[in-house]
């Protein structure tokens, strides 16, 4: 109308299925093109008596890359330990095309980390992290885009402000 998307439904339309909705897990109720105060006075009601439950939770925890969010199962396989080295980009594809759940990268030195921070985007599945030093962890952590995992090491608590998940959690 006039250039304008509009819905035409009546508050009571608008919450016909406002039950069903929250059975499924929805906490998160608005309205758009169309609606106005009568729509959300009517959503509002509808709310009143709903006992809101999250839905069941099935993954506990997941990791990411740049771009792709990844449920995370006991026992993931990472494969072989990969160097960071001035080789990484070939070792990443070579990883990334083997059958494992994940990447396991090993971050031995300084030159290790800037082939790490230069090749990340290559990453596509699940990364594990290790390194031969706790400033070298926290600085991969710190410049990965994603999410990551770490096993083991007696630091993790302080790793977790840049949302690393630990391995033995999963």
């Keep these: 109308e006039a250039g304008r998307t509009v819905f035409h439904l009546t ?3 608008f919450i016909a ?6 059975s ?3 906490g998160i109720f608005g309205g ?6 009568r729509h959300i006075t009517a959503l509002a009601r509808a709310l009143e008596t709903v006992s809101f439950q999250p839905p069941a939770c099935v993954v506990p925890c997941a990791c990411a890359s740049e771009r792709e969010a990844f449920p995370l199962r006991k026992g993931m396989d990472f494969g072989v330990r990969i160097p960071a080295s001035e080789y990484l980009s070939d070792d990443l594809m070579d990883a990334e095309e083997s059958q494992t759940d994940g990447v396991w990268l090993h971050i031995e030195d300084q030159k290790g980390l ?3 921070v230069e090749n990340e985007y290559l990453i596509k599945t699940p990364l594990r992290v290790s390194a031969s030093s706790r400033e070298l962890l926290f600085e991969a952590f710190r410049l990965y885009q994603g999410r990551a995992i ?4 007696d630091w993790f ?3 977790a402000d840049f949302g690393v998940v630990k391995m033995e959690s999963f």
């Design 11 to 13: 508050p009571d339309e």
């Design 17 to 22: 299925h406002t039950h069903e909705f929250v």
């Design 24 to 26: 499924c897990g929805v």
């Design 32 to 37: 758009c093109c169309g609606t106005d105060c």
């Design 114 to 116: 800037d082939a790490f």
């Design 150 to 153: 770490c096993a083991g090491e």
């Design 157 to 159: 608590d302080e790793l």
